[in-house]
């Protein structure tokens, strides 16, 4: 008896020793609820679930529920959809010579510093104490904290990048001017939850912030937070994200990782201070920009700075080009602007977009142009400039050129007109089409007596029809003499075409020279650029 007593006891002790797990069965995990339409508190009622957020205008919680609990609420007719409420990360750790490859310091001759624009950085928070930085506000939205002060670093090297002050210490950011929210998602390791960020995100929106940055990654997608990005985006936040880093060689099919692959989010990656894509860096087709993100020295939290690698630097310079972009064009939106960052990007790689470098470079406005759709730089920039001036070309009403936008008949003759320098009161016309009301009626009826133009059999004019290059080439000559002495020179231009000899006296004149394949296309429309080329050519000889 005794010898069984011993038995059953040395059991007990073994089966005491065996560490118990809950059974997968009781396994609690978090997950991104969503409602067909309103949130049906009902549902939720459970002592098992716990709630963690609630997003009202998406009609959606984030909620930790026992795995016991997830087939029922999946079969619930009222739930569109349930998703893990997966871990993001920080997309890189810590090192700044990138002012001066993005033009920053022109940026500020022009006094552009971020001056009341409000970036939000959706991180561990920044450190509120720091002599470089001044916060205009912030929340946290990690559970277990009830400051946004940053116990990682992560988030105050990010903070840095984009606002650092420009003072006599440490280093001086993008945007020193802009007003910096922290928006701590994630936690003291640099993790945290998909609906952390996007309680962040909400809240952006909710202060009307006007530019986010997302240092961040996930290579999980998930539609709820792409509809709240979406949803921010449209609000007029731009978006920018870190493309993601790698530890390992990338295949050629790759993309960028999430948020970043977002159409509403601009995805920025790394180059090195030679311009060379970064070997961390993920590339692909949504990539959008590259930015610095090699040595960055930054603001941190211990000690006050510190450098940093990866595409989590990159992302925060893009943003605080954002932010410069909204101060000097305030009357651009956020498609607009993130159109014209596109236009300015310094070209690197192949040419135009490709999946190393997206459309480049990003740079700073360096000086207010005329048209916020016309660049710096371009084969047409310094022409249309010279004509504004001259009050040749206004542009339309929303401060555009549209460069690349046929030119109408009417339009032609009045910026001829203009720098024929004509009266271009309005008045009765002798054509039917024409009326005494229209924007082009004087110079219209003024080019018609000194017979620069002759309208079509019939009498129509048809002010609104494109007008073809040949027909730009007669008016031209006409209008000022041009005389030609050649006779060939471009493919398709033939002797016996009414535009053959005004096209040639515009080539004698150095008026035009044609298109590298020797032709000159007299019967394509001619674009606004163009035009504009041609007549400030024939207005001032240095462009010629």
């Known amino acids: 008896m005794k010898k069984q007593f011993l038995l059953f006891l040395t059991a007990i002790l073994i089966i005491m020793s065996i560490p118990l797990y809950p059974s997968a069965e009781q396994q609690n995990e978090r997950f991104l609820i969503q409602f067909k339409n309103s949130i049906d508190e009902k549902l ?68 552009w510093t971020g001056k009341g624009i409000k970036v939000g950085i959706i991180d561990t928070g920044v450190r509120p104490d720091h002599p470089d930085l001044k916060l205009a506000g912030g929340v946290t939205f990690v559970e277990g904290t009830n400051s946004y002060a940053d116990d990682e670093g992560h988030g105050t090297h990010v903070a840095g990048i984009i606002g650092a002050l420009d003072n006599d210490i440490g280093t001086v950011g993008i945007a020193p001017g802009a007003e910096l929210y922290a928006i701590k998602s994630l936690n003291n390791v640099g993790v945290g939850n998909l609906s952390d960020v996007i309680a962040g995100i909400e809240w952006a929106i909710e202060k009307n912030l006007d530019v986010i940055n997302l240092s961040l990654t996930s290579e999980q997608s998930s539609s709820i937070l792409e509809r709240v990005l979406d949803r921010a985006y449209n609000h007029g936040i731009l978006i920018v994200a870190a493309s993601g880093n790698s530890q390992t060689t990338l295949p050629a099919t790759t993309d960028v990782l999430y948020p970043a692959r977002y159409q509403s989010v601009i995805a920025v990656g790394s180059v090195n201070s030679q311009l060379n894509r970064s070997r961390f860096s993920y590339f692909g087709p949504s990539l959008e920009f590259v930015a610095p993100g090699e040595r960055i020295y930054s603001t941190y939290n211990q000690p006050d700075y510190q450098y940093g690698y990866g595409t989590s630097m990159a992302a925060p310079y893009v943003a605080g080009i954002a932010a410069l972009y909204k101060q000097a064009y305030p009357e651009l939106n956020q498609r607009q602007i993130r159109e014209l960052m596109q236009n300015n990007a310094l070209d690197l790689g192949e040419l135009g977009k490709d999946r190393n470098f997206g459309y480049g470079l990003v740079q700073a406005p360096t000086t207010e142009r005329v048209f916020a759709d016309v660049p710096s730089g371009e084969w047409y920039t310094d022409e249309i400039s010279f004509l504004y001036e001259k009050g040749i070309v206004t542009g339309y009403g929303d401060k555009k050129f549209l460069p690349n936008h046929p030119v109408t008949r009417a339009e032609a003759i009045t910026m001829i007109g203009r720098a024929l320098e004509y009266d271009g ?86 008026i035009t020279e044609g298109y590298p394949d020797k032709t000159f296309k007299p019967l394509n429309n001619i674009t606004r650029a163009e035009f504009s080329v041609f007549l400030a050519r024939v207005l001032d000889a240095s462009f010629r």
């Not at 999946?74 to 010579?97: A, M, Y």
């Open 425 to 510: 009161t309005l008045r009765a016309t002798r054509y039917p089409d024409v009326n005494s009301g229209h924007f082009a009626s004087g110079y219209i009826e003024k080019a018609s007596e000194e017979q620069i133009i002759t309208g079509y059999p019939g009498g129509s004019f048809k002010p609104n029809a494109s007008i073809i290059r040949g027909d730009v080439a007669v008016m031209l000559q006409r209008a000022y003499h041009y005389i030609s002495s050649t006779k060939s020179g471009f493919s398709d231009v033939t002797d016996d075409k009414y535009y053959a000899d005004p096209i040639y006296a515009l080539l004698d004149n150095q």
């Open 44 to 111: 939720l009622k459970d002592e098992s679930i716990e709630i963690h957020h609630v997003f009202e205008s998406i009609s959606a919680v984030s909620a930790t529920v026992p795995s016991a609990k997830l087939s029922y609420l999946q079969s619930q007719p009222n739930i569109l959809r349930i998703e893990p409420d997966h871990v993001v990360e920080t997309s890189g750790q810590f090192e700044n010579w990138g002012l001066s490859k993005l033009l920053a310091n022109e940026a500020k001759t022009n006094g």
